[in-house]
């Protein structure tokens, strides 16, 4: 690996107790014992695209998921040395035949098989979508490490475990003019941080029941993640909110999966029972492959979408929905309508 400071190309005994041996100086994260494969240049690149080089400020779950992207996107079951392990195994078993060996052709046969399991698995997807860093345990198995040698998160990384950002609502001095429900507190803070929810006079809520709590007949606006719980949360904050105009800002499943960027993730502790399937069926949007995939848990998070495209789109409806709600605000409105392209634009983080 480059070692962050002097940048000089390590060699494993060349960097042990993650302490460069031509600097001295000690950095964070070392490719081949991080469990996302990291280090500390590509963090700060990818820090530096999502941030658009220090223009927004973004929240520590957005880099969990530009970080984790390329682990998503290939599994558990990633190649590795798993072509080696095929390679000798073969070249072991049929030199094991040529001696007539009996226990040395058991062993190699078992890894030849083992190797082409682990290959089939990769082919039919197993492992794909789980993280090996769980969006929970990032601080600590990451943002931790990186803390204790710099002193800080990465330049543009709001510190949300030590602020109670997201948590207060942006009413403005005339009241609410409408309400943002966002059940992701990580993703409120991010809009807090650029104060899109004052500029608008949105209050903020969890829950269709912190929703109907605001004293406040304006619009609702909905930001979800693209999942089973999201495309349900529409459907009750529409039951319980009778008469009041709920703008889903999220987009389509369907566009979202036709990005080649997008990158999905699931996790077994959420999938939907069987009732929520049987309300997803009943909604009659979704066609049974699109019904299966999210019965499996499948997902597309809010802090998966590119920091600058999301501010932006949230930016658009909420000037649409407030229109004319507050004279103070109507310059806003001049943003025009939401709209989620089609095609998908250019990709600030990639697989770097």
Known sequence: MICPHCERNLLRRERTGNRC???KRAYALDP???PLGLNDLRVRRITTALTEEGRIR???DQLWYALSRKRLRDGVYAQGCLGAVVVVGIMATVAALV???PYPLLVTAAMVLTGLGIGLARASGAGRGLPPVTREAFPTQVLAAWRTVYGTLPPGVLDTERSAGG???ATGAAGPTGVLVCPDRAVVAFLVADGLPARYGLALARTPEEALAVPSGGPVLVLRDIDADGELLVRRLRDALPGRTVVDAGPSLRTVRS???AVPYRDPRRRPDAEAVRLLAGLGTFTPEELK???RGWR???VGLPPGRLLAVVERVAAQVTRGLDPDRRRAAELGFLTWPDAPGPDPVGDR
């Open 21 to 23: 041996s031509h600097c």
């Open 32 to 34: 081949k014992t991080n």
């Open 58 to 60: 973004i929240v520590p």
């Open 99 to 101: 001696a007539e060996t």
């Open 167 to 169: 948590t207060a609502a």
């Open 259 to 261: 990005l080649p960027q």
């Open 293 to 295: 995939w999210l019965g």
């Open 300 to 302: 597309f998070p809010l």
